[in-house]
């Protein structure tokens, strides 16, 4: 494992976070606005959790370019 990346700010002490949701499935080229929206939602903490659930930081995600043709 590599060293850790140094971060400006703790995402885990935000109030919201914004995810990307696939809105409708494109039927040909991707229409900004239409095919994806952008949703606000509320940061969950160590104290919301159940028995038997995690809390994890995504650090890296990877899209590919396959993920295109899963979309269909």
């Known amino acids: 494992m590599g060293k850790p990346i140094p ?3 703790n995402i885990m002490s935000q ?3 914004t995810s990307v ?4 499935r ?4 991707i229409v900004p ?6 949703k606000e939602n509320p940061m969950i903490s ?3 959790l159940k028995d038997g659930q995690i809390l ?6 990877s899209l590919d ?5 899963w979309l269909n």
């Open 7 to 9: 971060r400006k700010s």
């Open 15 to 17: 109030s919201t976070y």
């Open 21 to 24: 949701v696939l809105a409708q």
């Open 26 to 29: 494109p039927k040909a080229l």
């Open 33 to 38: 606005g239409e095919t994806f929206s952008l």
């Open 46 to 48: 160590e104290k919301d």
């Open 56 to 61: 994890v930081e995504t650090l890296y995600l």
């Open 65 to 69: 370019p396959a993920m295109r043709g």
